[in-house]
C-alpha cells in the first residue's frame, strides 16, 4: 500500500491534510497484542447483541445490526461511539489520555471516543453502551 499523499488544505499552504497519530497496523505498524485480544473478546460477546465485525478508517470495527459502526481499534487503542450525551461518553473522555476521535486530523469525532489502555478494563462497557446507543 502506498503512503498517503500530503495535501495542503485550504487557507494553510503546505500543511498534510492527514497525518496519523500513532503508527497502527495499517500505517506500518502493530497492534498491542493485548488490545487486540481484548478487542477480539468483545467482538465474540457482541456478536450476539447484533454486533458484527468490519472495517472503517482502515480499522478494524464493530456496526450494530443497522450498519453503523460502534466501536473499532486503532492502534492498540479502542474507538467507541456511546452517542455524545451519554455518561458513557462523559466517562470515556475524563482518563488521562482520553480524546475525540480523529482518523482525518483536524476534524474531531464529536461522538467517538478513543480510550487509553489505562481505562482497558472498561472497554467491554463502552463497547455495550455504543452497541445500544440510538443513531
Known amino acids: 500500500m502506498c503512503p498517503p499523499r500530503s495535501r495542503a488544505t485550504a487557507g494553510e499552504p503546505g500543511r498534510p491534510r492527514w ?48 450498519g453503523k459502526a460502534s466501536a473499532g481499534l486503532t492502534g492498540d487503542e479502542p474507538v467507541c461511539r456511546p452517542g455524545r450525551d451519554s455518561a458513557e461518553h462523559t466517562e470515556a473522555l475524563a482518563p488521562a489520555g482520553a480524546h475525540l476521535f480523529d482518523p482525518a486530523g483536524g476534524r474531531p469525532r464529536k461522538d467517538r471516543v478513543r480510550v487509553p489502555d489505562a481505562a482497558g478494563d472498561r472497554w467491554q462497557r463502552y463497547a455495550e453502551a455504543a452497541l445500544a446507543a440510538p443513531r
Not at 27 to 33: P, S
Not at 41 to 50: C, F, S, V
Request: net charge neutral; with cysteine.
Open 19 to 66: 497525518t496519523p497519530t500513532r503508527p497502527g497496523p495499517h500505517h506500518g505498524g502493530t497492534t498491542g497484542t493485548d488490545a487486540a485480544t481484548r478487542y477480539e473478546t468483545i467482538a465474540e460477546e457482541l456478536a450476539p447483541h447484533g454486533a458484527r465485525r468490519s472495517q472503517m478508517f482502515g480499522m478494524p470495527c464493530l456496526k450494530d445490526p443497522t
